[in-house]
């Protein structure tokens, strides 16, 4: 009864309509006191199928609700000569249409491919993903936010997360002299060279000042 009520008489009238019932129950109410025992059997059905109609009036109202079945996705330790890629499965757990407004990443480095922006009650649709993870090291954390007309969470928030491991890392990857002149004559620094197992390079430099060559 609901969805015909909504539909017939919207917001405002549903107010005025539940006043009304209300009014009537009052009334029922004094004539209650008044009546004989025949008058108060009728009344006490009545009194109960008004309470039906305002139970099923007043009820709580279709809306609908996004969940994922893995918002948070740990990609581990991963080399920096590979992109991340993930599909987020998405699913309207509501009973009233799902319609996705905005879907944002927080980086430049992700990107999304969605097209399914509407969705019915019960119905999944998967989120692509891409984190292009070159030049990066360590540990890294990436959102992305689904704005939605779910009224209980707006603003749904998806993440990426784990490290990445660069095949050959020099530390400290700047190596600072200070203030030199040229009566200084040598300055040395040392540098570690670091390559993720298995080995697959050594050093044979430097080729020239500043560099040295791998294999």
Known sequence: IQPVVDTILGPVGIIVFVAGIVGIIVDVAIRWRRSTDAVRLQYRWLFLGLTALVSAVSGDPAEPHLVCDEP??????????QDVTH???????????????????TCG?????FAATNL???RTAGLQVKFDVRDRHGSQHKAIYLESNDPLEPRYKLELKGSVVNDVEVLPPIVHFGLISASSGWVEQ??????????????????RIGYVRLH
């Open 120 to 122: 019915a009650p019960g």
């Open 87 to 105: 599909t987020f499965v998405l699913q309207n757990a509501g009973d009233a249409p799902l319609i996705i407004t905005r879907v944002r990443p």
């Open 109 to 113: 480095c992700t990107t999304v491919n």
């Open 190 to 207: 040392q540098i570690a060279v670091e390559f993720t197992p298995p080995p697959i390079a050594r050093v044979t430099g430097p080729e």
């Open 72 to 81: 948070e996705y740990d990609f581990g330790p991963i080399r920096n000569t």
